[in-house]
């Protein structure tokens, strides 16, 4: 039987927990703790319960809203004045991260890409970005708008197409670098992508990637002037959050299988195989398997 009053005690007190200053303190810090977490994991827990039909406390179900709306308003207020995360001269790589251009954010993008390129005409350029039932994935896109509208060495360029979300994106794109033996020469990359995407980025890659490599997340400036009224950036900002989540579950996942071994750590390989055994956008594709297998390092599931 679920202790409902125990459950609202709990919430009310991450509540009076998540001040502003305590949620920016996390952003900055590129954080997001395991009470940022279980708010989350609450808020999807009352949802699935209310559509069994359980009598969820109306007290409960209007705490979770205030908590998800404070920490939604606490993440556009950090939007507002940081687009980047460190900065960095002289990139070794540019990393530009594909998405749908319903919007615009693929343009917006580019428009930053392309600055980047010429700005920096000897660095690789790394398009990374798949799709789903498409004629031409996001990286070839990227690419072909690139090439129309600035100055960009081809010879340079590398296509990660295998992508079809951001935990993809970083786990490809390093596999296919040490695939093509040129990982081991880049210590500065600049990532490029949407400012809500930002802090999800950069807590991917700062997982998966060397702490030897410096790297700058690079956010184009679309929406931030009309961030507070625009209903569209807060379903988007929402849906980021809730994204924040679903990547720590792989980590978690491989985290669990591990958690006997000392000095163990979450590396693209270990992060390969459950994304092929537990991410709904990936398993079972032994195509991709055959793609990055020598690549691998050895690594028992």
């Known amino acids: 039987m679920v202790d409902y009053r125990c459950k609202i005690e709990n919430i009310t007190n991450l509540y009076k927990l998540y001040d502003y200053e305590m949620f920016l303190y996390q952003l900055r810090e590129k954080v997001l703790d395991e009470q940022f977490r279980e708010i989350f994991n609450e808020i999807r827990w009352a949802r699935e319960i209310r559509k ?8 409960l179900l209007n705490m979770l809203e205030k908590l998800k709306e404070r920490i939604v308003n606490y993440y556009i207020e950090y939007l507002k004045t940081n687009r980047e995360i460190k900065q960095i001269e002289g990139p070794d790589l540019i990393i ?7 919007l615009g954010f693929l343009d917006k993008r580019i428009e930053v890409l392309g600055e980047l390129v010429e700005k920096f005409p000897k660095a690789k350029i790394l398009l990374s970005g798949g799709g789903m039932g498409v004629l031409k994935t996001e990286a ?3 690419l072909e708008k690139l090439k129309k509208n600035y100055k960009v060495d081809e010879k340079l360029v590398i296509l ?5 979300d951001t935990l993809g994106n970083i786990v490809f794109s390093k596999l296919l670098l040490k695939k093509m033996n040129i990982l081991c020469g880049i210590e500065k990359i600049i990532v490029v992508t949407s400012p809500f995407h930002v802090i999800r980025v950069h807590s991917l890659f700062s997982r998966v990637f060397s702490k030897e490599i410096s790297f700058e997340i690079r956010g184009h400036d679309y929406y931030l002037n009309k961030v507070n009224s625009d209903v569209t950036t807060r379903k988007i900002v929402e ?3 809730k994204s924040l989540y679903r990547s720590d579950r792989i980590f978690n996942i491989v985290n669990l ?7 163990f750590e979450v590396d693209e ?7 092929l055994l537990y991410h709904d956008l990936y398993r079972n594709r032994r195509d991709i398997l055959r793609k990055y297998y020598r690549c691998l390092e ?4």
Do not use: V
């Not at 069994?52 to 007290?59: F, H, Q």
């Not at 530009?96 to 319903?102: E, Q, V």
């Not at 990660?160 to 079809?164: A, H, K, R, T, Y």
């Open 239 to 241: 849906n980021e959050i």
């Open 257 to 263: 299988k591990e958690e006997k071994k000392t000095g």
């Open 52 to 59: 069994l039909g359980s009598p969820i406390p109306k007290e």
């Open 96 to 102: 530009g991260l594909g998405c749908s251009n319903g």
């Open 160 to 164: 990660e197409e295998d992508s079809l």
């Open 269 to 275: 390989t270990s992060l390969f195989y459950q994304m």
């Open 140 to 142: 070839l896109e990227m």
């Open 298 to 301: 050895t690594y028992k599931i």
